[in-house]
T-cell receptor, first 112, second 113 residues
Framework: GQSLEQPSEVTAVEGAIVQINCTYQTSGFYGLSWYQQHDGGAPTFLSYNALDGLEETGRFSSFLSRSDSYGYLLLQELQMKDSASYFC?????????????FGQGTELSVKP | ETGVTQTPRHLVMGMTNKKSLKCEQH?????MYWYKQSAKKPLELMFVYSLEERVENNSVPSRFSPECPNSSHLFLHLHTLQPEDSALYLC????????????FGPGTRLTVT
């Protein structure tokens, strides 16, 4: 089977740092993406890791360890607008068009 | 504004109706996707089109029928749906070799009565 596991909910305060973990078990693996979705909105792309290590984009960073089938999204200097659902997604096929398998999503609540 | 539009934004239909969802992308991409998002469930990939050819049909019931007349437009034709098909239907696009970075439309909220 194919599965991605991430926590269902995380709560943090403004200005803090939060880490959202994702473990995966898929038949194919070519990379791990992260998406953000605000309530009622469309998912938006945040980051992608094809190789082990840390990718940094502003306040957001993403990490991948292929040997551990594990990745995380790190959000720094949290702001109220960061309250949203965060999805990890595995690229399981690289043939034309590709195939993304999404995790269940982590709902992040940022408190004042 | 993501460059991917979907119409209608909301749709209520009976189980015997036929309707179509439309998606249009203005990003010059050549791969397009349909996803289903139900409450408390992950996004489920339904169909993938690359260069206007269907490359993925993720065991979707035949009451859902996709159509991709060109690289900018994608349709999802619906007929004889079931109440459990009520969900948010999302369209996305990407360059064919960059499926990890998909651009999503706002979705169509479908309710089947």
């Amino acid at each position: 089977g194919q599965s991605l596991e991430q926590p269902s909910e995380v709560t943090a305060v403004e200005g803090a740092i939060v880490q959202i973990n994702c473990t995966y078990q898929t038949s194919g693996f070519y990379g791990l993406s992260w998406y953000q979705q605000h309530d009622g909105g469309a998912p938006t792309f945040l980051s992608y890791n094809a190789l082990d290590g840390l990718e940094e984009t502003g306040r957001f960073s993403s990490f991948l360890s292929r040997s551990d089938s594990y990745g995380y999204l790190l959000l720094q200097e949290l702001q109220m607008k960061d309250s949203a659902s965060y999805f990890c997604a595995v690229i399981s096929s690289i043939r034309q068009g590709g195939k993304l398998i999404f995790g269940q999503g982590t709902e992040l609540s940022v408190k004042p | 504004e993501t460059g991917v539009t979907q119409t209608p934004r909301h749709l209520v239909m009976g189980m015997t109706n036929k309707k179509s969802l439309k998606c249009e992308q203005h990003l010059g991409h050549n791969a397009m996707y349909w996803y289903k998002q139900s409450a408390k469930k992950p996004l489920e990939l339904m169909f993938v089109y690359s260069l206007e050819e269907r490359v993925e049909n993720n065991s979707v019931p035949s009451r859902f029928s996709p159509e991709c007349p060109n690289s900018s437009h994608l349709f999802l034709h619906l007929h004889t749906l079931q109440p459990e098909d009520s969900a948010l239907y999302l369209c996305a696009s990407s360059p064919a070799g960059s499926s990890y970075e998909q651009y999503f439309g706002p979705g169509t909220r479908l309710t089947v009565t």
